[in-house]
């Protein structure tokens, strides 16, 4: 693959598919391969086209859109009590929700 600024296009070859497919647990076809590597060339194509463009008057920026976070205040209010929200609860031990074990090896 290129550096950055040379002016030749990046070549993506089917090797390099083949270790971007290996990397990602993919198993691609040779066909399939030869056909990536073609697409992703012509991907790097458009992007070289676009590193031609002078973008040294453009300011930068973080969004398209002038946003800002609404936020409000943390205030702690009333919390519903452990009989309410145990209430719809599939399975309950005591006064906590009984979840599936998902770590194996753990200690119960």
């Known amino acids: 693959m290129s ?17 971007i497919a290996e990397l990602s647990r993919l198993s691609p076809s040779a066909d399939e391969k030869v056909k990536l590597a073609s697409e ?8 070289e086209q676009l590193n031609e463009l002078d973008t040294s008057s453009i300011e930068p920026l973080h ?4 946003l800002s976070n609404v936020l409000r205040e943390d205030v ?15 399975q309950r031990k005591g006064d906590y929700f009984l979840v599936p074990k998902v770590i194996k090896g753990a200690e119960e």
Not at 3 to 19: D, F, I, L, W, Y
Not at 40 to 47: D, F, K, T, V
Not at 76 to 90: C, F, Y
């Open 63 to 66: 969004h398209v859109l002038d």
């Open 76 to 90: 702690q209010g009333e919390s519903l009590p452990i009989s309410e929200a145990l209430k719809n609860a599939p």
């Open 3 to 19: 550096e950055a600024g040379n002016t030749q296009p990046s070549k993506v070859s089917v090797s390099e598919v083949e270790r």
């Open 40 to 47: 992703m060339n012509r991907i790097l194509g458009h992007i």
